[in-house]
């Protein structure tokens, strides 16, 4: 059955910059659809190779004071890897957590994390709120990982989804030329 209404949305989505971001963000009941969509993606041999940590506003606080701590003494820039934990409300951490298995191989358990990424931020902005998926330097920061969220030493970051009311609609961006990027083959 075709959905003209979903593919409407995909064709116009637009991601909102943290810095764009304020409160009210989604609160627990809000986000669960949400982060119910984002577990319903491609997932072979159905590992789960992902999993969220949610931050409301007082944890995502908390994170990017770590953030700044830790960039302070790696000689980072705090901003670069605090501001969006400081102004988006919430921040959704999608934690990639490889399972070993014998079938599916290490890179699609990885693409199924950065699917539930996308599912995540597009759940949000068809639900009405500002989103964005970030990383940066705080993502790959494995001291910052292990002490702030308490990751494993097999578990990394697929992506900050941060998720606020947006203050102001960014202008549309240039988007690929299709023309430039497929290859058609009969």
Known sequence: MARPEVMEFLLTRRSRPAKLLRGPGPDRAALEPMLRAASRIPDHGKLEPWRFIVLGETAS??????????AEAAGKDPDKGALAFEQAPVTVA???????????????????????????????????????????????DRPLLENALGLTANEWIAGFI?????????????????????????
Do not use: M
């Open 94 to 140: 999608v934690v990639g957590c490889p399972r070993p298995s014998d079938k599916i191989p290490d890179i699609e358990q990885t693409l199924s994390a950065g699917a539930a990424c996308l599912s995540l931020l597009n759940a949000a902005l068809a639900s009405g709120w500002g989103a964005s998926w970030l990383t940066g330097w705080a993502a790959y």
């Open 162 to 186: 941060h998720i606020g009311t947006e203050t102001t609609t960014p202008p549309e961006r240039p988007r690929p030329d299709i023309e430039r990027i497929v290859d058609w083959r009969a």
């Open 61 to 70: 606080r908390s994170f990017a004071e770590a953030v700044r701590a830790r």
